[in-house]
Nanobody, 123 residues
Framework: VQLQASGGGLVQAGGSLRLSCAASERAFSGYAMGWFRQTPGKEREFVAAISWSDNFIKYADSVKGRFTISRDKAKNTVYLEMNSLKPEDTAVYYC?????????????????WGQGTLVTVSS
């Protein structure tokens, strides 16, 4: 199971970035996909998730209205469109895959993880 995140970079506050997570078909088919982020000294926190059917989408309160998660099944890729970025969005962002869907979005719910991609938002 392989996940490859990309798209991070340096952006000014108020700007936008789009992260991508390319998955092997085995990692993608039938799985819900999520994005998490982590800053030094802090636990990895949930950002957004989308179910395999696309019928369920969940966001952390801190990103609602600014971030949009989507997936392209033909490309085995999930995206995180990030707008109106703030310095507090600075973190390493990780994509992850899980079986099924539930109200909880803990790191333990996700079985597969990609490497992180760094997003830095300057003030």
């Amino acid at each position: 199971v392989q996940l490859q995140a990309s798209g991070g970079g340096l952006v000014q506050a108020g700007g936008s970035l789009r992260l991508s997570c390319a998955a092997s078909e085995r990692a993608f088919s039938g799985y819900a996909m999520g994005w998490f982020r982590q800053t030094p000294g802090k636990e990895r926190e949930f950002v957004a998730a989308i179910s395999w059917s696309d019928n369920f989408i969940k966001y952390a309160d801190s990103v609602k209205g600014r971030f949009t998660i989507s997936r392209d099944k033909a490309k085995n890729t999930v995206y995180l469109e990030m707008n109106s970025l703030k310095p507090e969005d600075t973190a390493v962002y990780y994509c992850a895959a899980r079986v099924g869907w539930s109200g909880t979005m803990a790191t333990a719910d996700f079985a597969s993880w990609g490497q992180g991609t760094l997003v830095t938002v300057s003030s």
